[in-house]
């Protein structure tokens, strides 16, 4: 009987350990407005985005607390950010800005960006290679809504892709 309650309680514990993972994703949702202004959020798992910043930056990537709220600083996110994801609108690069960002309890985190496209368009070529550097399975899927309805997934093979 013991022997059973042993089994029992190793599958309990293998079937909710979340320490390792062997899923690495991330989800941009991207609504593109008539007036050319891009709303943009960014969710993923914090300590990956973590783990993946010290591997690549060399730095240490701490959050913060105010008011019960935890977040990183916008300008730490930005030095890793804008390196991999990226956003042109018929070769004009668009100057995205973090707009703030929040850690979940369940660990997400969500970062908020926005930009402005000069030209109404329906051609927008998205760099997104977050995490893939040192996450080689790491899928990163972009939404789009509002003038351009699509989505695409990205991964260490496929960084960039053109929504038209």
Request: glycine share 4%.
């Amino acid at each position: 009987m013991k022997f059973y309650i042993s089994i029992l309680l190793i599958s309990f514990y293998n079937l909710f350990n979340i320490g390792d993972h062997e899923t690495y994703l991330s989800i941009t949702e991207l609504m593109i407005h008539e007036n050319g202004n891009l709303e943009i959020s960014i969710e993923t798992t914090a300590h990956d985005f973590e783990y993946v910043y010290r591997k690549e930056l060399n730095k240490t990537l701490k959050s913060k607390i105010l008011f019960g709220e935890e977040y990183y600083e916008n300008e730490d996110l930005r030095n890793y950010l804008f390196n991999h994801f990226s956003i042109e609108n018929e070769n004009n690069k668009i100057d995205l800005k973090i707009i703030g960002n929040e850690v979940k309890l369940d660990g997400t985190l969500i970062i908020y960006l926005q930009g402005k496209s000069k030209k109404k368009s329906k051609y927008f070529k998205i760099k997104n290679d977050l995490l893939v550097s040192v996450l080689p399975n790491q899928q990163n899927i972009v939404n789009l809504s509002g003038t351009i309805k699509s989505s695409y997934t990205f991964n260490k093979n496929i960084r960039t892709y053109v929504f038209q």
